[in-house]
């Protein structure tokens, strides 16, 4: 097995693997196996609590890291200004294998809970001076506002009061001294409270205290006019600066308890101008200061960052692929000593000696000198499906894996959609300009592979990067097809002479055919004729049901591999040719109806050329005889009948044999004295729970003993669905003419929508006939690119799709299998 | 050249063609996607070109133009 190439035709044969590895060498050879990339573990500890694993200690650790790391990358994201990321190819890397492996591992953890601790220090102290910051701002405003207020009173009470100075400093300065028994400040008799409120509770705030206070105050607020940054949410709030001035204590404790339960901040304002004054250069001059350091521990912050953002990739690498190992190493067993390692796990039998290899040089990484041994195991379970592919294949095996995963050695119709699915998807598409476009998006997305794949394209650009390869076919094969349609942009190419001619006279004119035939594609005579609908729609509908039919066929001839490789003759027998003569008797007849009422020249003949939809309606209702003035050929009715019998002998057939052969089978064992397990004996399974019998294996191995009756109904379902599918699925491949058509027609409204209004014999002449060349064909390129490219092309692909899922699959796929997932390393790249 | 003929030659080129992938693929990884791939292209491309031809081989129906003053 090991000299033949792989091949895509099947999925690769799997063996059960053992390994025991020696404790030492385990982290580094399950390092290796990661790497490469080959080998699928199975969980040989099913029922263990995750807590109560073997490597707990040392996830947590991991996981300890793995939470350091996010929250640095969660950092450097917040920042306003990027702080740039070297990215992983560029770095260094963390050597975490061999001797030295867990010293590494040890300096990283050190080195990541040291720069946290620092981060976070200085995260908290940039968070205390900015509330600092945010309260000297906030006093510096009520300091400004309330002197406005101050000034404003003022001016009122020199009107009431007119024995009052102008200036009160120098009463003021005798008067705090011998006014303690005066609460009232600077002449007035009001007392105040002075702060800050959100601007949204400023009239709730009025409302309550106007209610509380029954109205004994008088209140005053401004806007501030810059908002205050909430450092922890980034939130933007609006605030005002109030005044209440009250008479009395009780009052003012009202209004203080009230301010404070709304959430305003209160401010000590001293009555004193000059003192007033002394405060606001004393606020200004600390928030200076403030600010300053504020400054500073933002660089010394972005300093750190930028530091960290030095080694962030490989720091994040190293976790995932540690915490992936020693996971892996959990589902290890450990033998009775505790010395080895045993694991189990299903690999390529192709790839063992690789895999052998990378173990030894595991070893020798390691510096110990017991190597892992590998041994391989024979057991009965169904292996998982793995097709080999590579970068061209990747995106053709995925979109049909999609339908479902391959059932184990069964052949894999990925294989054969590398062409059948951009055929059919040209033919819905076929246009040689549209073709080309596609190709060159494709070609571009090709040679630029490298530099996009590491570019990370967002979701969408990174679907249609991933199907580069199915793209460049469906172009490719669209380029064909385009030319088989005679179709560019809705025009026409007149690559050779076409076989009709239109004599020259006025009104409307029918063309005369010559002896020669247009040799390949459309004749361009059609384009532009009222009746061309007519005849191509013809041709597409023919066409259609030829290649659907052909697929089928193909598709159906795809069970016989099946059936041979997996030892089932009978289902030869039983299910493939009479499905095979059911298909034949009537769609490839009709196929060879369609082929032969081409060859046949009307013109010579003496019947009028009959219809075959009619003919295949006729051929069921009417069996055996063909109306006179309506045959195709002589013997029709005949043949005909013969046809239709054998259809009608293929269903009963496909009803009957698989079911009453099995029934015979069992009927054998039954009379040579055989007991089925699982009838009868319930006294006896109730007492003894497994411990007296050999309980059969798992439910999908040893299955004699199935109910007959599932069988009936499994191959009466399978008689229906496959005969009714034949009518419905021929049907079905109409959409190729439906598809084509609808493609055809948008093109050509496109054209004559925007290019036809501007191109006409003086385009080229005058100024104004390339200006609006110009812009209608940017117009008409853009709907072009987006309608015609990219929305059709999506339909078409999806109606491709279909096809393939269903109408193809539906004749030979089993599915079932599940996907070979291996350890690797190679997807975290690309993870974030 | 109204004849059946173009589509029996064509056949056999197309023939030609896929014994010829069949048998001078080289070995290697890829050579059963390969070959698979080259059988199928040759067939399909035949198969759309052989109907096309035979669908305009002996026409029922001739192409109507409304005339340039019609």
């Known amino acids: 097995m090991a000299d033949e190439y792989p091949s895509l035709f099947r999925s690769e044969q799997m063996s059960l693997v053992q390994l025991f590895v020696p404790t030492e060498v385990a982290h580094d050879a399950v390092a290796e196996l990661g790497e490469l990339g080959n080998v699928q573990f199975k969980d040989l500890n099913p029922n263990v609590n995750p807590f109560q694993r073997s490597f707990v200690g040392e996830i947590r650790r991991i996981d300890e890291m793995a939470r350091r790391v996010r929250f640095f990358a969660e950092q450097i994201e917040k920042e306003k200004d990027v702080i740039p990321i070297r990215p992983l190819y560029d770095s260094a890397p963390l050597i975490t294998v061999g001797p030295r492996a867990a010293h590494t591992i040890d300096e990283l953890d050190t080195t990541l809970s040291e720069r946290e601790r620092r981060l976070v220090s200085m995260n908290t102290s940039y968070d205390d001076l900015s509330k600092r910051a945010k309260e000297l701002i906030e006093a510096r405003y009520v300091l400004r506002e309330t002197a406005q207020f101050f000034e404003k009173a003022q001016g009122h009470q020199t009107d009431i009061r007119t024995s009052f100075d102008d200036s009160s400093a120098p009463l003021l300065q005798h008067d705090d001294r011998e006014s303690a028994y005066a609460p009232a400040s600077g002449g007035f008799d009001l007392e105040f409270v002075a702060g800050t409120i959100e601007r949204s509770r400023v009239p709730t705030f009025e409302r309550v205290l106007w209610r509380v206070l029954r109205g004994n105050l008088y209140m005053n607020h401004t806007d501030i006019t810059e908002p205050f940054m909430d450092s922890s949410t980034g939130q933007e709030t609006w605030k005002n600066v109030f005044i209440i001035f009250a008479h009395g204590d009780a009052l003012l404790a009202k209004i203080r308890k009230v301010a404070v339960s709304m959430g305003a901040e209160l401010y000590p304002i001293d009555p004193n101008a000059d003192k007033r004054a002394e405060s606001l250069k004393e606020v200004t001059e600390r928030l200076e200061d403030l600010e300053t350091v504020l400054y500073n521990t933002g660089l010394s912050r972005r300093e750190e960052l930028i530091r960290i953002g030095e080694s962030l990739r490989s720091w994040q690498d190293v976790v995932k692929k540690e915490k992936m190992i020693y996971e892996t190493l959990n589902l290890f067993n450990y033998d009775v000593r505790r010395k080895t390692l045993i694991a189990e796990g299903w690999a390529p039998t192709r790839d063992i000696t690789t895999i052998q290899l990378a173990l030894r040089h595991a070893t020798e990484e390691s510096g110990t000198s017991v190597p892992p041994i590998l041994h391989e195991l024979r057991t009965h379970k169904t292996p998982p499906t793995f097709h080999r592919t590579n970068k061209f294949t990747e995106g053709f095996q995925t979109i049909m894996d999609s339908y479902g995963i391959a059932a184990y050695e069964e052949v894999n119709p990925g294989l054969f959609a590398v062409i059948t699915f951009p055929f059919l998807f040209a033919v819905m598409f076929g246009d040689i300009g549209h073709g080309t476009i596609i190709l060159v998006a494709a070609i571009y997305m090709i040679l630029a592979e490298r530099r996009l794949a590491k570019a990370g394209l967002g979701e969408i650009m990174g679907q249609f990067f991933y199907g580069r390869y199915i793209i460049l076919l469906m172009g490719a094969f669209s380029i064909y097809t385009g030319l088989i349609y005679n179709d560019i942009f809705s025009k026409t190419l007149h690559l050779f002479h076409s076989g009709w001619t239109f004599p020259e006279t006025n009104g409307t004119v029918v063309g005369e055919l010559g002896e020669h035939r247009y040799p390949f594609g459309l004749d361009p005579a059609w384009h532009g004729s009222d009746n061309g609908l007519v005849f191509s729609n013809s041709y597409k509908m023919k066409m259609s049901i030829v290649l659907g039919v052909i697929h089928m066929t193909f598709a159906l001839c795809l069970q016989l591999p099946n059936h041979i490789r997996f030892k089932r003759p009978v289902d030869i027998y039983a299910n493939f040719i009479p499905q095979m003569i059911f298909l034949q008797s009537i769609f490839g007849y009709l196929v060879i109806c369609i082929l032969y009422k081409w060859s046949i020249d009307w013109s010579k003949s003496s019947t009028a050329p009959p219809s075959l939809l009619n003919m295949l309606i006729a051929m069921f209702l009417e069996p055996g005889s063909v109306k006179p003035g309506t045959q195709l050929y002589r013997g029709q009715g005949f043949v005909q009948a013969v046809l239709l019998g054998l259809a009608g002998i293929c269903v009963p057939w496909l009803l009957i044999t698989k079911p009453y052969l099995i029934w015979r089978d069992m009927k054998r064992v039954h009379s040579q004295g055989y007991v089925g397990l699982g009838h009868g004996d319930d006294a006896l399974e109730g007492e003894e729970e497994g411990n007296g019998r050999a309980i059969a294996e798992a439910a999908h191995e040893g299955e004699e003993q199935h109910d007959f009756g599932e069988v009936v109904i499994h191959q009466v379902i399978h008689t229906i669905e496959f005969c009714l599918g034949c009518i419905s699925h021929t049907a079905s491949y109409l959409r190729l003419w439906a598809l084509s058509l609808a493609h055809a027609q948008l093109s050509e409204v496109l054209w004559n929508m925007t290019l036809a209004f501007v191109l006409g014999p003086d385009t080229f002449s005058s100024i104004f006939g390339w200006i609006g060349l110009l812009l209608m064909g940017a117009f008409w390129f853009a709907a072009t690119v987006f309608i015609l490219c990219i929305m059709e092309g999506l339909s078409a692909f999806l109606h491709a799709l279909r096809l393939h899922w269903v109408e193809a699959n539906s004749k030979h796929f089993e599915g079932g299998g599940y996907a070979f997932t291996p350890l690797s390393f190679a997807g975290i790249d690309s993870k974030e | ?70």
Not at chain 2, 17 to 46: H, W
């Open chain 2, 1 to 70: 050249m109204a004849s059946i003929f173009p589509v029996i030659l064509m056949l056999l080129v197309t023939a030609g063609l896929m014994t010829a992938s069949a048998i001078f693929v080289p070995k290697g990884p890829n050579q059963v996607t390969i070959r698979t791939a080259l059988l199928l292209t040759f067939a399909a491309c035949y198969l759309m070109w052989m109907i096309t031809y035979m669908a305009q081989l002996h026409p029922i129906i001739s192409p109507i133009k409304a005339g340039k003053h019609a």
